[in-house]
């Protein structure tokens, strides 16, 4: 799937001229595409509004971030989805902020550590630091997790932590968060990150420069890693994108991304 959106940018052109002959079903037809972390969330979102509007159809995928904001840039889909701040070359395109998350650093429930710096972070999963005993735990050396390329969890832990080092050679790279919750509850020398959202009790989540991650850590961005999920647009979004993210940024949306364990962007 993460393939996807590549294969669309390269049969753009083609792709264009199809589109052009099916512009009538952009009035019961929505394409959203971007981070596989936001993903989930519009997936739920996507089917309460079908629920309620018969005869619409929206087509979520993923492909990661970088993928979604090329795709919205070239009008090959309606909404863009992205984990990421935008570059100053993505300025142009509209950002609407659904909801905020927070990268959380997990470890498995037995490990002694509470606590990490940003610093630390980046020798870990670099590989200068590989024992835990190097940050007060046990003489047992550090499993390394991390995403995929084009994931926006991996893009926004690059840019936060990594400042342009690279990840140990053997780190083990898992294309969900879902996939390195897993890992970490079930191997007490692992260390990964997930969103806050699906934080749960089979793993301990670390205070990251002695903050804790919590909604209100998160809302007021005194947590380090914490993160907006966006939906782009190029330009006005037609009639029903506009329709779909009036509902997402609704009562009964913001109530439902909250029920996720998402931290509501529209109080």
């Given amino acids: 799937m993460r393939n996807f959106i590549t294969i ?36 739920l979102l996507a089917e309460l509004y079908m629920q309620k509007h018969p005869g619409v159809e929206i087509n979520v995928q993923g492909g990661g971030s970088s993928a979604g904001i090329r795709a919205v840039q070239n009008r090959i889909c309606d909404i863009g989805m992205s ?3 935008l570059t ?20 498995h429930n037995q490990n002694p550590v509470r606590n990490i710096t940003l610093e630390q ?40 932590v990594m400042h342009g080092a690279h990840f140990a050679a053997d780190a083990l790279v898992q294309d969900s968060n879902g996939a ?32 804790t991650p919590s909604e209100s850590t998160i809302i007021a ?18 009639a029903l994108a506009r329709s779909f993210l009036e509902f997402v940024l609704s009562p009964e949306g913001q109530k439902t991304l909250a029920d996720e364990g998402l931290i509501k962007a529209v109080p």
């Fill in 180 to 211: 390195v919750r897993e890992i970490v509850a079930s191997d007490p020398s692992a260390i990964g990150y997930i969103s806050f959202g699906l934080v749960d009790e089979r793993v301990r989540a670390l205070a990251v420069n002695g903050i």
């Fill in 221 to 238: 961005h005194t947590y380090p890693l914490a993160r907006r999920f966006l939906f782009l647009t190029n330009g006005e979004p037609n």
């Fill in 88 to 107: 100053p070359e993505e300025q142009n395109l509209q950002q609407w902020t659904i909801a905020l998350d927070g990268i959380v650093l997990i470890v």
């Fill in 8 to 43: 669309l940018c390269a049969l753009f052109p083609v792709i264009f001229i199809s589109f052009a002959g099916c512009r009538r079903s952009a009035e019961t037809s929505l394409t959203i595409a971007g981070s596989t972390s936001v993903q989930p969330f519009a997936e």
């Fill in 83 to 85: 984990s990421r701040p």
């Fill in 121 to 160: 972070l980046k020798d870990v999963f670099s590989g200068k630091i590989r024992n835990w005993r190097e940050l007060g735990g046990p003489d047992q050396k550090i499993t390394v997790i991390t995403r995929e390329e084009g994931s926006g969890t991996r893009g926004c832990f690059e840019e936060i």
